[in-house]
């Protein structure tokens, strides 16, 4: 495990994972749809500049480029190998991606410039959560949209996740407080922009009890956490 002040970085197994078919499809196409949906038609804007905070191997850039049309995607990811890992996938896009290696915390980016931020299933590997929520509220237009896609700490701090990832488990946070810290920053986030899916690969039993003829529980500890924030004009 490599850990800094700000970011806690994955394991191997962590990334080969996010690598396959199952991650792609059943973590990042599901989540961007969730998103997608919950997206105000008047905060939608031609040719966005976004910013894909914690890009990894840069698999969302095709995804962000077919459903937002933008004029820029930055990919930004605290890795320093950060080119050799989503080199090819910037390259493969066909819109401008600019790749930068830097820490959520401390972007180095000029005061407003993004019209969308996304930060999918990055938030809990960074340290200073509440100094990166800062970071995106700054960096985003007034009128930007952050969209935001999280695993809470009744996954992270499941047994099979423990062995095969590596957290900072210290800062892991439930739904309400995620929800909670991106309110505080001065984000609008009504009710109606939150989604808390309970997907099969988030659960303890890893969706084997629904396979068996069991309902899912209405009443749980919810794992994933999807909202769409604005940042106010």
Known sequence: MTKTANFVEETRFGNWFLKTA????????????DLKEMIPTASLVERPRVIDVGCGFGHSFAELAQRFQPST????????????????????????????????AQTGLADGEFDVVFCHQTFHHIVAQEAAMTEFYRILKPGGMLLFAESTKYY????????????????????DEYITMVRAVGFAVPDSRI??????WSRPDIGFLEWMGRRVPTER???LVN???????
């Open 227 to 233: 909202l769409v924030a604005i940042k106010p004009n």
């Open 156 to 175: 992270i701090q499941t047994p099979q996740i423990r062995f095969l990832f590596r957290h900072p488990m210290e800062v892991q946070r439930t739904a």
């Open 22 to 33: 199952v991650w792609k499809r059943s973590v990042l196409v599901r989540a961007l749809n």
């Open 195 to 200: 989604s808390l899916p309970y997907l099969w």
């Open 221 to 223: 500890n919810e794992t």
């Open 73 to 104: 995607i930055v990919g930004l990811d605290a890795d320093p190998g950060l080119n050799e890992r989503a080199g090819d996938e910037a390259r493969a896009c066909h819109c401008e991606v600019q790749l930068i290696e830097a820490n959520a």
